[in-house]
């Protein structure tokens, strides 16, 4: 009778310190998926693939980006933005990631980081231009989705201008 | 015997239960915890409270903010940042938010919404001013710290121009 109780402890100890892995070893794998999503992204960017671009975002996706208004509320807006900010492009855009941090637990995550898109514009113009991201994610039904972008450059308060000149 | 198998099954079941039941109902408190953190932000920005606000700070944040750098590297940077940009008001800044979306889990949070800054410049202007803003939260020793801000307004690419004029 008294291994048995040892038993049942045991037993629960154990399913203590299972639940504790599993929740310990999930968060660099919960990293990796956010890590997988920006790598989707960035492939889906740089050939100017709308659909695929979009089916990496929630439904209900609140962006700021680079181009006013304030904000872009829903996917339907976000999308017509990721089309005409695409449209400005001939061919395709370079990305280069860096400084970028996760962060990422159970069912939310962020990450941030600069990036440097760099192409030709419509006009023959090259661009290039390094500009700040912060990206928001949940888990909805398994699978991680953004729910919330925030793209931009600093403000000169002195002459009122973006600073779409500097270089990390 | 029998009993006794039972009685371990059941043990476990109602473990298995209890620890589900925590990570959910937790999930609610975090979103509580956070608008905390944002309350007390508020608070001391209002009061111009620089060791207030750097508090809330963990010491390895990275900041995106309205003005250059593209980055502010930690909380030194950052915190003068903070002196410089609260150094330009007479008197309390009032600060008014407005379509806060917060997103918790147990040890991961960001939040973002539009924040109006209204004052007194040092030269007598008035001054008012809506922008984007988004923060990443981790908690650190069982406390939530700020480990991301990303403050900003978006870029009229035709003139070159930071949208300093726009309202929600």
Known sequence: MKSQ???IFLLILLFAFAMQARAQSHSSTYETQIQEWIDHWTKAFHE???DAIMALYSPDVI???IVPPLQF???QAYRKDYIEFLAQYNG???VEVRDLHIFADRDVAFAQ???RFSGTLKSGEKSDL??????GFRKINGKWLNVHDHVSVPTDFETGKSRLDLKP
Do not use: C, H, M, Q
């Not at 390094?130 to 990206?135: A, D, H, N, V």
């Open 5 to 7: 109780k040892y038993f």
């Open 48 to 50: 100017g693939n709308v």
């Open 63 to 65: 962006a700021y980006d």
């Open 73 to 75: 509320i829903g996917a």
């Open 92 to 94: 395709p855009i370079d």
């Open 113 to 115: 980081g600069l990036e």
């Open 130 to 135: 390094w500009l700040r991201f912060t990206s």
